[in-house]
């Protein structure tokens, strides 16, 4: 009997694995299972996580190269699809599947993707209406961001030259379609809102799959359009195809040629309104002067000739003169009348009048009037006035009266 041959525990892993990479139908097989324990990886990319159904699990692993092309974001509880091939991990001894290439189990990867990033976004509040500007009702200058040689750029133009042609077009030709399609409208937008070059913009092109459609579902192009300074109406594909740029948009159109009539007022809608207001302009200022002219004829009527004017004038000049003067003979007459009051008062208080009832008046030597026997003493020559002359004495005693006069 042969004795078993001792290996290592790295040599037995690497039997495994070659074992496992040589078999074909475990190097190209298709698993559906729900995913859990997700973990996308911040510094590599690469993305860990476990394949379950009812009954067992799997570990897996996507590395960066093959993750960058799943177009939606893999959550856990999610059932997908997965291709790939089954390998151990020599480190751990641990047999994991390597995927490469997802979908999603039941809906398409796309429609997937679109629905993720339109929750997303809406959750932000990048589709509120309240931030949604409305467009000018007159723009001198109409902006289009799409494919140059497409039919939807001629409808647009067409339907501009015959509804607006007093508006100016500027377009910046752009890859609506495939890779890189999406960064290419981002240019359009920002150069035109950088120059200030339009009033509104068009971002669109005519319809297709939603392959065809997708660069307008590019997460950075809604971002561009919800941050563009100019109104950006919305044109991609039929009225039933809807795209992330619709939401982000200040208006959706439901096809290119609706969007060319949005944005412009008809030429000859406007001249009818134009025509229409100008009767009616003519109609207020006929209406205004006639009033006035009325007006006139009714003041020029009540208007005085100049003689009955001045005839007026002169009455109530001699009335209010004749006033004046009345009220100036009346003041002066209680003036009078106060004077003379006043003067029976001083003339009834006048010494000659008090001389005249019997008083006198007795002055000393010092031409001052005597009121008390204290003011002379005997030989004092006093000077008596009366009310008709004046009589001089000499004093010859003095008597003080024995109760003061009360």
Not at 13 to 30: A, C, F, I, P, T
Not at 224 to 240: D, F, K, M, Y
Request: net charge positive; glycine share 8%; proline share 4%.
């Amino acid at each position: 009997m042969t004795a078993p041959t001792v290996v290592s525990v790295s040599q037995l892993n690497r039997y495994v694995k070659s074992v496992l990479e040589s078999d074909k139908v475990l190097g190209g097989l298709m698993v559906r299972g729900e995913i859990s324990n997700f973990t996308r990886h911040y510094k590599s990319g690469h993305l860990y996580f476990t394949l379950k159904d009812d009954a067992a699990s799997i570990k897996a692993v996507m590395f960066r190269s093959y993750a960058a092309g799943v177009p939606f974001f893999p959550e856990n509880g999610m059932s997908v699809i997965v291709s790939g091939s089954v390998s151990l991990y020599e480190r751990d001894g641990s047999y994991q599947f390597y995927v490469t290439d997802m979908q999603p189990d039941g809906i398409g990867a796309l429609h997937l993707a679109y629905e993720q990033l339109k929750e997303k976004l809406s959750r932000e509040g990048l589709f509120d209406e309240a931030r949604k500007r409305p467009l000018p009702v007159y723009p001198e200058r109409i902006g289009i961001v799409t494919s140059e040689g497409a039919a939807a750029l001629q409808d647009m133009l067409n339907i501009l030259s015959r509804r607006y042609p007093v508006a100016k077009v500027v377009l910046y030709p752009a890859q609506v379609q495939g890779k890189g399609a999406a960064q290419t409208v981002i240019d359009g937008l920002r150069t035109l809102c950088a120059g200030r070059l339009c009033d509104v913009i068009i971002v669109g092109r005519g319809g297709g799959s939603i392959e065809d459609l997708w660069a307008f579902n590019d997460e950075r192009l809604a971002r561009a359009i919800a941050a563009s300074e100019i109104p950006v109406v919305s044109a991609v594909g039929h009225e039933t195809d809807f795209t992330i740029a619709d939401f982000a948009a200040d208006l959706r159109a439901p096809t290119p040629s609706a969007a060319a009539e949005l944005v412009s007022p008809d030429l000859s809608d406007l001249r009818y309104y134009l025509a229409d207001m100008q009767e009616r302009c003519h109609a207020v200022v006929t209406r205004r002067l006639d009033g006035y002219e009325t007006r006139v004829k009714n003041a020029k009527a009540r208007l005085a000739p100049p003689e009955r004017v001045l005839e007026h004038c002169g009455e109530r000049l001699a009335m209010l003169k004749k006033l004046a003067f009345s009220a100036m003979e009346q003041r002066i007459a209680e003036r009078e009348n106060r004077l003379g009051y006043l003067a029976a008062l001083v003339e009834g208080r006048s010494p000659v009048k008090i001389l005249a009832r019997g008083y006198s008046l007795t002055t000393g030597p010092d031409g001052k009037a005597v009121l008390s026997v204290a003011q002379v003493k005997t030989g004092d020559r006093l000077e008596i006035r009366v009310a008709d002359g004046t009589i001089r004495s000499t004093v010859n005693g003095v008597e003080k009266a024995k109760e003061k006069i009360k």
